[in-house]
């Protein structure tokens, strides 16, 4: 049975654990389902090549009296931090990556995986704060380095001894929500969990089903570009959205705006009917981009992108006068489909480009790749063969 924390019951541990750990976790674009994650809805989501790189070294137990320690050093930002395994402070006492680490560490304690001491060196190439989620990468690479040190594994969920991908992705959210103060989805880190390259995922919030679609793009091409308007999840409108759609379920009736329907729409006061229409079409949007996908149908797929936007800046309110004119330039730039990326209020937008269109000055391809694995290292930094997702 889980405990309170969703992780099943005690998965076995190795007995000899590798010293030296490489863990890779990708960031995602999702290419449809803005907002629907923490509302029981659908995503369309893919894992892309950029992510948060953590390497990990079991450190030697403490003699006597002298506690396990984590040492952590983020090496974009040449910052340090260093606490007790048994002792990583409280949410709130620490920002920015040093209270996803801390975080982590207390959250896998929490659930009967308590880490054990470590040097973590961590590494990234998506950019923060630019809708791609790097918060999540990081989260994901730090629990897989740990975990790994700690002698556990990660599968499939339901693998016997073996703690579950989403069962993972459930602990690394409140990570997020509870110790970064971002009350975010598990769009996420269910997209950097299950990543494949060549596939994008249907991902449904209401049963957790994380479902393959092809993503044959036939020469078409799916571009990012950064607007450079940085945000944070937990100081950005996001939260207060996520009120909303709380409030809106509660004047319903409702446990989540999945169980909606348009007519009932017309119950809510405005913003919240706003708000909850965002989230009815996003779904049905999602839907209808699986469809065009599954037959090879990218001119819908890119009217869905505009519709999105549209819904995005006029019924959620999330979009800022930056990022409405990227995307505009996307569009003058040859692009069939643009819209805003992530949570919104800045970051970066996302573009699907019709074959023989060039990319705009800036722009980067996206593709389809697989989600985050761990590698032992061997010392020295050289990765050993056998690594597995």
């Not at 629907?36 to 003699?63: E, F, H, K, M, W």
């Not at 705006?257 to 949007?285: F, G, I, K, T």
Request: charged letters at 25%; aromatic letters at 2%; proline letters at 6%.
């Amino acid at each position: 049975m889980p405990n309170e924390n969703n992780i099943s019951a005690a998965p076995i541990t190795a007995t000899n654990p590798p010293a030296h750990v490489r863990a890779r976790a990708p960031g995602r674009v999702c290419v449809l389902g803005e907002h629907t994650d923490y509302n029981d809805g659908l995503a369309l989501s893919i894992a892309i090549a950029q992510g948060v790189t953590v390497d990990g070294d079991r450190l030697a137990p403490g003699s006597g009296d002298t506690p396990e320690r984590i040492v952590a050093y983020a090496a974009d930002l040449d910052e340090h931090d260093e606490f007790a395994t048994a002792d990583p402070g409280a949410p709130g006492e620490r920002r920015g990556w040093r209270a996803f680490v801390r975080g982590m560490a207390a959250e896998l304690a929490h659930a009967g995986l308590r880490p054990v001491g470590a040097s973590l060196r961590i590494e990234g190439d998506v950019p923060r704060g630019a809708g791609l989620s790097s918060s999540a990468a990081l989260e994901v690479a730090l629990a897989l380095a740990l975990l790994t040190l700690a002698g556990h594994r990660v599968g499939e969920d339901g693998e016997t001894g073996k703690i579950g991908k989403t069962e993972l992705a459930q602990l690394c959210s409140r990570v997020e929500n509870e110790w970064a103060g971002a009350r975010t989805g598990l769009l996420d880190q269910l997209s950097s969990l299950y990543g494949k390259a060549g596939e994008a995922m249907r991902i449904d919030f209401q049963t957790l089903a994380v479902d393959p679609v092809p993503l044959e793009l036939d020469g078409w091409r799916l571009v990012t570009a950064d607007t450079s308007e940085r945000r944070e999840n937990a100081s950005s409108g996001y939260n207060e959205r996520r009120q909303e759609c709380a409030r809106a379920c509660e004047l319903l009736g409702v446990d989540s705006l999945r169980q909606v329907d348009s007519e009932q729409l017309e119950r809510l006061p405005p913003p919240l009917r706003r708000r909850a229409r965002h989230v009815l079409s996003e779904n049905r949007r999602v839907q209808q981009a699986v469809a065009a996908l599954r037959s090879g149908d990218l001119p819908v797929v890119a009217g869905l992108l505009n519709e999105a936007h549209a819904s995005l800046r006029d019924d959620m309110e999330v979009s800022t006068p930056t990022v409405d004119a990227a995307v505009a330039q996307m569009l003058d730039s040859g692009a069939a489909g643009a819209r805003l990326l992530g949570g919104g209020f800045g970051g970066s937008v996302l573009g699907l480009l019709p074959p023989d269109v060039a990319a705009p000055e800036g722009a980067r391809e996206v593709r389809p790749c697989d989600g985050a694995r761990v590698d032992p290292v061997a010392p020295g930094g050289k990765v050993e063969p056998g690594g597995e997702e």
